[in-house]
């Protein structure tokens, strides 16, 4: 009759089969790791408080050793270290040490997540930073609720994108996160090809300023050279009439 017990790796082999090693900010996703691992091998009991060491004499008033507890015994050395003596105080000691800093890692990306801005960049740009922080959070087991995730990448897009977020809020079912930032980007395109036609009507506009000063320029030579023919001195800052450009450009485009 095969056995339904676990079939027991040393425990160097248990410390390789862990591809996370614990730091400071990564205990949560160390821990999701390191759980089953110890279930697989019967030890979560051990960790967890869950299996109570059972009496070293059976019965307890007898001097008779209790085979449960000096299973219990090997069991628990397995995971023991330096300075504890059962493998809860040695877990309740990481606990200790690791998880507030997990917790302030966490509310350190919800706030930067809430905070973040577009500004300049692109959607782009901006949707794939924000993704990032959530799949930071995602990965030490602490996922942004959908609505939460929505609301914040909108109001990051800031108010050039007001319109657009309110039409977004306003659906009876908000968009999941990929289809939101496709709309953005198409709404950015958009918005971009209203800014066009401004933008030739501006360089158009230069454009003619430009020649005018050039007109300009070539009637006062025209002037200081006609003028000068005839000996009649022309003051520096002197402005041609109209008539005189209007006689000069005739020169000009004729010639």
Same mark, same amino acid.
């Given at each position: 009759?095969?056995?339904d017990? !676990?079939?027991? /790796?040393?425990?160097? @082999?248990?410390?390789?089969? +862990?591809?996370?090693?614990?730091? *400071?900010?990564?205990?949560l %996703?160390?821990k ?11 030890l979560l009991?051990?960790?967890?408080g869950?299996?109570?060491?059972p009496?070293?004499?059976?019965p307890?008033t007898?001097?008779?050793?209790? !085979?449960?507890? /000096?299973?219990?015994? @090997?069991?628990?050395?397995? +995971?023991?270290?330096?300075?504890f *003596?059962?493998s809860?105080? %040695? ?9 507030h800093r ?11 997540l809430q905070?973040?801005k ?6 782009t740009?901006y949707?794939?930073?924000f ?8 990965a030490?087991?602490?996922p942004?609720?959908?609505t ?6 909108l ?9 657009f ?8 079912s908000?968009p999941?996160?990929?289809d ?42 025209v ?33």
């Amino acid at each position: 009759m095969a056995s339904d017990s !676990p079939t027991l /790796l040393p425990f160097n @082999t248990l410390i390789h089969m +862990l591809t996370i090693k614990l730091s *400071s900010s990564n205990y949560l %996703v160390w821990k999701s790791q390191l759980l089953p691992l110890l279930e697989s091998q019967g030890l979560l009991g051990h960790v967890d408080g869950t299996l109570e060491p059972p009496p070293p004499f059976e019965p307890p008033t007898s001097q008779t050793p209790n !085979p449960k507890h /000096l299973a219990w015994k @090997t069991s628990n050395k397995r +995971l023991l270290t330096v300075g504890f *003596s059962t493998s809860r105080e %040695v877990w309740t000691a990481l606990e200790n040490t690791f998880s507030h800093r997990s917790k302030a890692h966490e509310i350190r990306l919800k706030d930067d997540l809430q905070l973040m801005k577009c500004g300049t960049r692109s959607v782009t740009v901006y949707a794939r930073a924000f993704k990032a922080l959530c799949d930071q959070l995602h990965a030490i087991g602490r996922p942004i609720d959908v609505t939460d995730k929505v609301h914040w990448f909108l109001r990051g897009l800031g108010p050039d994108f007001s319109s657009f977020s309110t039409a977004q809020i306003a659906q009876a079912s908000l968009p999941c996160f990929s289809d939101l930032v496709s709309k953005a980007e198409s709404f950015e395109l958009f918005q971009k090809s209203l800014e066009t036609p401004a933008s030739s009507a501006a360089a158009f506009t230069a454009h003619r300023t430009a020649s005018y000063h050039g007109v300009v320029h070539f009637a006062m030579a025209v002037v200081t050279q006609m003028v000068n023919t005839v000996g009649f001195p022309v003051p520096d800052r002197a402005v041609p009439s109209p008539l005189m450009l209007a006689a000069c450009l005739s020169v000009r485009f004729v010639a």
